[in-house]
C-alpha cells in the first residue's frame, strides 16, 4: 500500500471510527449509536471490524463484516452469511486503492472461515459497490422499501440530488429553469434552483402548486429508471389531473393522506420505550417470539429472529415505541419505531413489525401514519413484503446482493418470499 497504509482488524476505536464515518457517509450517527450497531449486536466478533491505519495511527478507512443467520423456514435450516458494510474511505486518501485493499481482506477473512458458504451487503442500486461487486459476479434483488412522507417539501430538497446522480441532463435543466419557479406544497414553499444549490433567484417567480400525490409520484420516478421524457410525460398527466397546477383549488389539506379510520376491531397498545435500560422489561418477550415463530413460516427465507435479537431490536438508542395489535388478549402484530435523523430529515424507521394478517397489517399502518403526523416527523421508512398502500411512494433503490454457491437457498435468497425490516438492513 502507499504511503505506509494497511489493514488492520480488532476492536473498535469508538470516536476515531465515528469521525470517518460521519465525515463519509452524513449524519451517520453518535457514539450510542454506534455502540449498539456494532458492539451489542448478538453475533458481534471484533476481528469482523477492518482498519486501514496510517503508520502515525491515523484511520483513514474503515469496513464493517459481520455475520448473520438467513433461516429456509421450509427446510428449518439456518444458513449463516457474511455481512459487508459500512466500507468508508476518507476523501483526501481515496483513490489509492484502501477501498479494494479493505475488500480484499474481508475476502482473505471470509474465505480463511470455511464455515459461511455466502457473502452478502446491502447496497443503493447504482452506487459504486454495487458496479464492483455486480463485475465480480454477485447477484441481487431489489428490496421493498416503503416511503409515507409527512412533509413533501422536506423530502422534494432530500431527494433532489437524485436528478444529479442519474441524469446530469435534467439536474442542469432543472438548475436553470428553477431560478424562476416556485414550488408550493402541502407545508411549505421552495424555489426549485435555490434548493440544488443555485444562488440566483428570478426576479418573477412563478408558483406551481404540488399536491401530496404529484410529490409522491415524483419521488417514486427519481428514485426508480429517471429519463426527461418520462418525466415530462408522467408530470403532463399529473398536470391534467390537477395534481399539478397553477391554482391553489386541487391542493390537499396539510397530512390528508393520513386522514384514515382505524379497524376499531383490533386493540392497539403502544409503549415508549425509549428511557429505559432495559425495554424488554415492558414486553412479553415471549410471547412476542413466539409470535414469530408461527408466521415467519409463512415467508421462504427470513433473517433470525431469536429472542435475543428482538432484546436487541427494542434497545435502539434513539427514542423508540413499540406497537402491539391484540384482539381478546391475543397478539396478532408487533412493531418496533425508531427515531433517527438522516440530514436534515426527521424520519420514524418501522425497526421491525411482523402482523397475522392484512387486516391486522394495516390496521398498524394506519396508526403509524397518524403518530407520525403527530410527532411532525418528516417521514416514515419501512421495509415490507406487504403492500401499505397507494399513500406510501415505493423506492426500488435498495438492494440485497450475494455470492456464493449456486443451491436451492440461493434460488429463494432470489426469488423467495423474504421477511426483512429496517433492523436487517442497518
Same mark, same amino acid.
Given at each position: 500500500? +502507499?504511503?505506509?497504509?494497511?489493514?488492520?482488524?480488532?476492536?473498535?476505536?469508538?470516536?476515531?471510527?465515528?469521525?470517518?464515518?460521519?465525515?463519509?457517509?452524513?449524519?451517520?450517527?453518535?457514539?450510542?449509536?454506534?455502540?449498539?450497531?456494532?458492539?451489542?449486536?448478538?453475533?458481534?466478533?471484533?476481528?469482523?471490524? *477492518?482498519?486501514?491505519?496510517?503508520?502515525?495511527?491515523?484511520? #483513514?478507512?474503515?469496513?464493517?463484516?459481520?455475520?448473520?443467520?438467513?433461516?429456509?423456514?421450509?427446510?428449518?435450516?439456518?444458513?449463516?452469511?457474511?455481512?459487508?458494510?459500512?466500507?468508508?474511505?476518507?476523501? /483526501? %486518501?481515496?483513490?489509492?486503492?484502501?477501498?479494494?485493499?479493505?475488500?480484499?481482506?474481508?475476502?482473505?477473512?471470509?474465505?480463511?472461515?470455511?464455515?459461511?458458504?455466502?457473502?452478502?451487503?446491502?447496497? &443503493?442500486?447504482?452506487?459504486?459497490?454495487?458496479?464492483?461487486?455486480?463485475?465480480?459476479?454477485?447477484?441481487?434483488?431489489?428490496?421493498?422499501?416503503?416511503?409515507?412522507?409527512?412533509?413533501?417539501?422536506?423530502?422534494?430538497?432530500?431527494?433532489?440530488? *437524485?436528478?444529479?446522480?442519474?441524469?446530469?441532463?435534467?439536474?442542469?435543466?432543472?438548475?436553470?429553469?428553477?431560478?424562476?419557479?416556485?414550488? #408550493?406544497?402541502?407545508?411549505?414553499?421552495?424555489?426549485?434552483?435555490?434548493?440544488?444549490?443555485?444562488?440566483?433567484?428570478?426576479?418573477?417567480?412563478?408558483?406551481?402548486? #404540488?399536491? @401530496?400525490?404529484?410529490?409522491?409520484?415524483?419521488?417514486?420516478?427519481? !428514485?426508480?429508471?429517471?429519463?426527461? *421524457?418520462?418525466?415530462?410525460?408522467?408530470?403532463?398527466?399529473?398536470?391534467? &389531473?390537477?395534481?399539478?397546477?397553477?391554482?391553489?383549488?386541487?391542493?390537499?389539506?396539510?397530512?390528508?393522506?393520513?386522514?384514515?379510520?382505524?379497524?376499531?376491531?383490533?386493540?392497539?397498545?403502544?409503549?415508549?420505550?425509549?428511557?429505559?435500560?432495559?425495554?424488554?422489561?415492558?414486553?412479553?418477550? @415471549?410471547?412476542?417470539? !413466539?409470535?414469530?415463530?408461527?408466521?415467519?413460516?409463512?415467508?421462504?427465507?427470513?433473517? &433470525? &429472529?431469536?429472542?435475543?435479537?428482538? #432484546?436487541?431490536?427494542?434497545?435502539?438508542? +434513539?427514542?423508540?415505541?413499540?406497537?402491539?395489535?391484540? /384482539?381478546?388478549?391475543?397478539?396478532?402484530? *408487533?412493531?418496533?419505531?425508531?427515531?433517527?435523523?438522516?440530514?436534515?430529515?426527521?424520519?420514524?424507521?418501522?425497526?421491525?413489525?411482523?402482523? +397475522?394478517?392484512?387486516?391486522?397489517?394495516?390496521?398498524?399502518?394506519?396508526?403509524?401514519?397518524?403518530?407520525?403526523?403527530?410527532?411532525?416527523? @418528516?417521514?416514515?421508512?419501512?421495509?415490507?413484503?406487504?403492500?401499505?398502500? /397507494?399513500?406510501?411512494? %415505493?423506492?426500488?433503490?435498495? !438492494?440485497?446482493?450475494?455470492?456464493?454457491?449456486?443451491?436451492?437457498?440461493?434460488?429463494?435468497?432470489?426469488?423467495?418470499?423474504?421477511?426483512?425490516?429496517?433492523?436487517?438492513?442497518?
Amino acid at each position: 500500500m +502507499k504511503m505506509g497504509i494497511e489493514v488492520k482488524t480488532g476492536d473498535i476505536d469508538d470516536s476515531k471510527v465515528l469521525k470517518l464515518l460521519n465525515s463519509t457517509r452524513g449524519s451517520w450517527g453518535d457514539l450510542e449509536f454506534l455502540r449498539w450497531i456494532f458492539y451489542d449486536i448478538p453475533t458481534h466478533d471484533k476481528e469482523e471490524n *477492518f482498519f486501514a491505519k496510517t503508520t502515525e495511527g491515523k484511520i #483513514v478507512g474503515y469496513g464493517r463484516t459481520g455475520h448473520k443467520n438467513i433461516v429456509d423456514q421450509e427446510n428449518n435450516h439456518s444458513e449463516g452469511v457474511f455481512e459487508y458494510k459500512h466500507a468508508s474511505v476518507l476523501p /483526501d %486518501y481515496q483513490g489509492l486503492g484502501i477501498y479494494s485493499k479493505i475488500i480484499e481482506s474481508r475476502l482473505k477473512y471470509f474465505s480463511n472461515s470455511g464455515i459461511y458458504n455466502y457473502k452478502i451487503s446491502f447496497i &443503493r442500486k447504482g452506487n459504486l459497490p454495487f458496479g464492483l461487486y455486480s463485475k465480480k459476479g454477485w447477484k441481487h434483488r431489489v428490496l421493498p422499501l416503503y416511503m409515507f412522507i409527512v412533509s413533501p417539501c422536506a423530502y422534494f430538497l432530500e431527494y433532489v440530488n *437524485f436528478f444529479k446522480e442519474q441524469s446530469d441532463r435534467i439536474y442542469n435543466i432543472l438548475l436553470n429553469i428553477g431560478r424562476y419557479i416556485d414550488l #408550493v406544497f402541502s407545508d411549505e414553499k421552495v424555489n426549485i434552483s435555490k434548493a440544488m444549490g443555485g444562488k440566483k433567484l428570478g426576479k418573477l417567480r412563478l408558483k406551481i402548486y #404540488v399536491s @401530496d400525490t404529484a410529490m409522491k409520484e415524483n419521488i417514486e420516478m427519481v !428514485t426508480s429508471e429517471l429519463n426527461l *421524457f418520462s418525466l415530462i410525460i408522467s408530470n403532463f398527466k399529473l398536470a391534467t &389531473r390537477d395534481e399539478i397546477s397553477l391554482f391553489r383549488k386541487k391542493m390537499l389539506s396539510e397530512n390528508s393522506m393520513a386522514h384514515n379510520t382505524l379497524d376499531e376491531s383490533y386493540k392497539i397498545k403502544k409503549i415508549d420505550i425509549s428511557d429505559t435500560d432495559k425495554p424488554e422489561k415492558h414486553i412479553d418477550i @415471549d410471547n412476542v417470539v !413466539t409470535l414469530y415463530n408461527k408466521l415467519l413460516k409463512n415467508y421462504d427465507i427470513s433473517f &433470525r &429472529r431469536d429472542k435475543e435479537d428482538i #432484546v436487541h431490536i427494542l434497545r435502539y438508542p +434513539k427514542n423508540s415505541e413499540v406497537i402491539l395489535v391484540e /384482539d381478546k388478549g391475543d397478539l396478532l402484530g *408487533f412493531s418496533v419505531l425508531g427515531y433517527a435523523k438522516e440530514k436534515e430529515v426527521d424520519e420514524i424507521w418501522v425497526l421491525d413489525q411482523i402482523c +397475522k394478517s392484512e387486516d391486522v397489517f394495516h390496521s398498524m399502518i394506519n396508526y403509524i401514519e397518524k403518530l407520525a403526523v403527530s410527532r411532525r416527523v @418528516d417521514s416514515v421508512r419501512m421495509y415490507s413484503e406487504m403492500n401499505p398502500g /397507494d399513500k406510501w411512494a %415505493y423506492l426500488p433503490i435498495t !438492494t440485497l446482493m450475494w455470492d456464493g454457491k449456486k443451491t436451492e437457498f440461493e434460488n429463494k435468497l432470489k426469488n423467495g418470499k423474504l421477511f426483512i425490516s429496517q433492523y436487517d438492513v442497518l
